[in-house]
């Protein structure tokens, strides 16, 4: 298990590695460095209770307010025409680019944006097609009883008044999961897999996981799942300590009858919508819908928190899991193709929000994106302290390359306000671009016309130069090519495609 010092120890190295000399710091790295724990001096901000909740959520939105007004104040940088556009803009005798292009959107380069998440969503479609549907589906809740966040916590304080250390512990956590499922094997060798860290009203941070395995261990069988999962609570003398983590962590609810108020009712249907509790089975076996019925023998009840239970409200879990990382871990068997597109788009679904606007019907007013995404965001303070950390909320392996996809004339230019149309279509390097040099490299390139290879395998063995605007051949790396989205309704665009 990945020790917090051993953690530490890694943040120092990876520091040292991109190290180099300058006189100014971002805000981020100012505020992360008034969040640290030092053996040698007392930081008062940490210790401040429910203040620093409200003081990390406050810096976190300034500073989430700074890159938006970035892209605001800056649209000289996000400006975007078609170049057949821009051709017949200069027929029509315009010359000044600063009437032309759309300004007022979110670009995919701002991190948990709706278009940022909208192509995560896609990239991992793109694993499916290239490796099949995932194998295992785990959700990590963060458990604030760790004894690595009580201990760095005085005797009057709460683990809410430490979002800080909530985010760090926990990411060592996943850390450690990481190195389990990729390194370790423990469920065997990985093909791919994505996750996605989101955080709770209540402010914990939990993390969703796809795992798609090699062939040679994929799990096709209820025996192999009952190698992995299991539905049931053990023996309470053989297995004690397990015992006791599946009552602390792993029963549902209570909801229905005991509680029809708990968070899981769907008021309309009048039912649990994680449907518990489940069914009793004397084995396994695949399931009509998405995942498979677990084995749910009958074997009495339990008493948790003054309600009796049984089986039919334990959650899927993997014992080895549960007992190394003592918090709720739900682990589910992918058992059907019906399962692939709501599980990603579930873990891709972005930030929780909640807005509306009342307008009146004039079809010339411009959607402004960026004021819609702040004023619909719900921040807790793990989150705040998760982003100013500078701690990834998403990580996908392999990486998926995106290929640009247009009619002649027709691709996406970028430009300055203050350049004029003229200087803009006499840069030869407007008309270089991925496609129209993949075919390029098909007429001229030997390796190219060898492989013989379509345009979305073409990022596996050659990469692109954003700078020279050429295709190089690849040395090393493991990518996935996938072109862009095309709706039917585009004509001969998708006809392309």
């Known amino acids: 298990m990945c020790s917090v010092d051993g953690y530490l120890d890694m943040e120092a190295q990876n520091l040292e590695k991109g190290k180099r000399k300058r006189d100014n710091i971002s805000v981020r790295e100012y505020y992360c460095y008034k969040f640290q724990m030092r053996e040698d001096e007392t930081n008062e901000t940490l210790y401040s209770g429910r203040l620093f909740q409200q003081y990390s959520v406050d810096e976190h939105i300034k500073l989430e307010t700074q890159r938006l007004n970035f892209f605001s104040f800056n649209p000289d940088l996000f400006r975007i025409e078609m170049l057949q556009g821009l051709i017949d803009i ?166 229905g009858k005991l509680n029809p108020t708990n968070s899981c009712m769907q008021q309309k249907k009048g039912g649990c919508k994680f449907k518990y509790p489940r069914s009793f089975a004397d084995q396994t076996s695949k399931g009509k819908n998405s995942y498979p019925i677990y084995r749910r023998r009958n074997t009495g009840l339990v008493k948790v928190k003054d309600h009796y239970f049984d089986n039919t409200w334990v959650v899927p879990y993997n014992p080895f899991l549960l007992g190394k990382f003592n918090c709720h871990i739900n682990v589910e068997i992918c058992s059907d193709i019906k399962t692939v597109k709501y599980i990603y788009k579930y873990i891709c679904k972005g930030y929780d929000k909640i807005a509306y606007h009342i307008h009146d019907n004039d079809t010339n007013v411009e959607v402004d994106e960026i004021k819609e995404y702040q004023s619909a965001r719900w921040v807790s303070p793990p989150e705040a302290t998760w982003h100013l950390f500078g701690f990834p909320i998403n990580e996908m392996t392999p990486a998926v390359y995106h290929l640009r996809l247009h009619l002649e004339g027709q691709q996406v230019v970028s430009f300055k306000s203050a350049s004029s149309i003229n200087s803009i279509m006499n840069n030869p390097m407007i008309r270089k671009i991925m496609l129209t040099e993949f075919f390029a490299m098909n007429k001229t390139n030997k390796d190219a016309i060898k492989l013989n290879l379509l345009y979305k395998e073409f990022p596996q063995y050659f990469v692109w130069s954003v700078q020279y605007k050429m295709w190089t051949r690849r040395t090393k790396g493991n990518v996935i090519g996938r072109v862009v989205t095309c709706h039917p309704t585009e004509g001969e665009r998708y006809y392309l495609r």
């Open 90 to 255: 200069l027929r029509l005798g315009e010359r000044d680019a600063s009437n032309i292009g759309k300004q007022t959107f979110l670009p995919v380069t701002f991190i948990g944006g709706p278009r940022d998440m909208c192509r995560r969503y896609m990239d991992v479609i793109s694993l499916v097609q290239q490796f099949g549907k995932p194998d295992l589906f785990i959700t990590m809740t963060c458990n604030p009883s760790w004894p690595e966040i009580k201990e760095h916590l005085l005797p009057t304080d709460e683990a809410q008044n430490r979002p800080d250390l909530i985010s760090r512990v926990f990411k060592v956590k996943i850390e450690e999961l990481k190195t389990d499922i990729l390194k370790r094997n423990i469920f065997g060798k990985v093909a791919a897999f994505m996750y996605t860290i989101e955080f709770q009203k209540r402010g914990l941070p939990h993390a969703h996981f796809l795992i798609i395995l090699t062939n040679e261990y994929k799990l096709l069988t209820p025996e192999s799942y009952d190698n992995i999962v299991r539905a049931e609570l053990p023996d309470c003398k053989a297995e004690e300590t397990l015992y006791k983590l599946i009552l602390q962590h792993m029963m549902h609810g209570p909801c």
